[in-house]
């Protein structure tokens, strides 16, 4: 049973470019939340998705990302016009459902912007 | 708002004991505690969790003080694989499902 699939694990971009980060939950979970991790800091919550529905995005920047989780297909996270403040691990986690306690996390992704 | 509060580091012996201490004053009574480390360079990996009683598991555990605002993970035999940033979450039950992560404390296990 694969674990929460992040993929690309490094992405390098050049600012004003877009950067598509990916997630594939675990096999049967349909909750997905997103997770930016500063350098030297603790991640923090950005959204909180289920298939085709946004429930909760309280900690997405109001400009520039946005997040999906279609019906098939991973959940893509995107920043557009990226900054060099955008530089940061992203990580996705997953849950089965809304009364699960635990969240599976991915290995995450690095984001670049040069 | 991270709800939480860690100290930023602490040291430990292989294969001793080791203690990690978290506040959580603001906490109500249905918010659950979790515990998640971190290694390098991974994402984060459960550890434990719990509400009001004491939990143990096979990798550790948990003791929740009786008023619920403190709780402290126990790893019993800290081992050199046991060296990561171990983060102490509320998961508010009013919130919805996310989890809210403090600094964590960075435990470094010597040899």
């Known amino acids: 049973n694969a674990g929460v699939m992040q993929n690309p694990r490094h992405l390098v971009r050049r600012r004003g470019q877009e950067a598509r980060l990916r997630c594939s939950p675990m096999k049967g979970h349909s909750h997905v939340y997103w997770y930016r991790q500063l350098p030297e800091e603790g991640l923090k919550f950005m959204v909180y998705?289920?298939?085709?529905?946004?429930?909760?995005e309280s900690g997405m920047p109001k400009e520039r990302f946005s997040a999906e989780f279609p019906k098939e297909g991973p959940s893509i996270l995107r920043i557009q016009q990226v900054v060099r403040g955008d530089s940061a691990a992203y990580f996705c986690?997953?849950?089965?459902?809304?009364?699960?306690?635990?969240?599976?996390f991915g290995p995450g992704t690095r984001l670049l912007v040069l | 708002d991270a709800k939480t509060t860690q100290p930023n580091s602490m040291e430990s012996n292989e294969e001793e004991p080791v203690h990690l201490p978290c506040n959580h004053s603001?906490?109500?009574?249905?918010?659950?505690i979790h515990w998640y480390r971190q290694l390098p360079s991974q994402g984060p990996e459960y550890v434990i969790h719990?509400?009001?009683s004491n939990v143990n598991n096979r990798m550790a555990s948990l003791a929740i003080a009786e008023d619920r605002k403190s709780s402290t993970l126990i790893l019993h035999r800290a081992t050199l694989r046991d060296a990561a940033v171990y983060y102490c979450i509320l998961k508010l039950s009013d919130t919805g499902n996310q989890f809210y992560f403090g600094t964590g404390t960075s435990l470094t296990v010597i040899p």
């Open positions: 603001t906490i109500s009574g249905t918010d659950y």
């Open positions: 998705l289920q298939k085709e529905n946004i429930i909760d």
């Open positions: 719990g509400l009001t």
């Open positions: 986690a997953s849950s089965p459902n809304i009364v699960s306690e635990t969240q599976y």
